[in-house]
């Protein structure tokens, strides 16, 4: 694929050393961006161009129907000045996997991970330097035709923005406090739940809201159809230490398929750590906390890392985890993933697992 570059005239303020320790996530946008259009079956003019504000007509079919998909990846600085990316290419081919579902076209995995690549080599200066900090990448495939039927449109927007990013909770590396949802449900069998689509995100933020209002930061999701099983929360996976065995939920089609779920699992195996994926109640999960088993819980995302849960409510009963006065309650086998994870994405800990690649290298 030819990637032809315009270069942006005027170049935004960069975030300085110390703007980068409040980055928060995803409020501040770089200098370019990737595009590419679909029309009569094929993807073309694929460009990096100056970052800029997008028209479309009113009747745009993503904004009726949310024929829409989306991805989210990082960029890391080791300490080198290396640029790398981590399982850029899951992330090209679970695009893929959200387009067959969305009825959208697909786009080949070496393209796209060429336009990522490309983009990052064009926005190094934006990858932040502190602990912490990415450059964050947002592909982002969205419906154009201009039609008010409900069908499939035939022409598409691929485009790949980048945030400078540091932490995704406000307190950045720190026990969080999630409340299971036990009114709304985010996905059904045979929905859309497994792929990373907005309408997700949009029928799940008046609970997110709501579980907002009393403190809590997200919401834990059970199954749809029987209101029982723990699946995952809004931005990420979730882990549950039990019995010293790390239990999550399967991958069935109503769940996310993380890339860091996937990688945490590996590095807990590495660790000698049984891992489980099976349909875990919340019944199991509460009385576990009751008994003591229940020793660890964390989520995990791109955004998010690998995320210390240190309180969990379900109805009037809550489960507290970790104790303050040690590692400010972050799990011991949290924190190991932690740094073992951030240490593979910043090229601290060399990659045996083929997960890390260098933007300058093709
Ligand atoms: N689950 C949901 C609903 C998400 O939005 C995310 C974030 O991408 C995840 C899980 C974690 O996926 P990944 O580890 O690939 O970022
Ligand atoms: C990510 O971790 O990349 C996500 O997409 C989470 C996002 C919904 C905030």
Partial sequence: MNI??????????????EEEGSLGFGKRFSDHMFMMNYDNGEWHDARIV???????????????????????????????????????????????NSAVRLCMPTIDIEDNYEAMRQLVQVERDWVPHSAGTSLYLRPTMIATDEALGVHASKSYLYYIICSPSGAYYKAGLAPIRIRVEDRYVRAVR????????????????????????EGYSQVLWLDGEHMKYVQEVGAMNMMFLIDGKLVTAPLEDTILPGITRRSVMTLAREMGIEVEERPLSVEELIEAGDSGKLTEAFGTGTAAVVSPVGELAYRDKHIYLGDKSVNNGIGELTMKLYNTLTGLQWGRIPDTHGWVTDIDKK
Avoid at 61 to 84: N, P, S, T, W
């Fill in 4 to 17: 032809s570059i315009t270069k942006a005239t005027e170049l935004k303020k960069k975030p300085t050393r």
């Fill in 50 to 96: 100056p970052y800029q504000k997008l028209s479309f007509d009113p009747s745009c079919a993503v904004f009726h129907y949310a024929q829409e998909i989306f991805e989210g990846l990082k960029a890391y600085r080791a300490d080198d000045d290396r640029i790398l990316m981590f399982r850029a290419r899951d992330n090209a081919e679970r695009l893929n």
């Fill in 190 to 213: 045979g929905g859309t739940g497994f792929a990373k689509t907005g309408g997700n995100y949009a029928c799940s933020i008046l609970a997110g809201a709501e579980a907002e209002k």
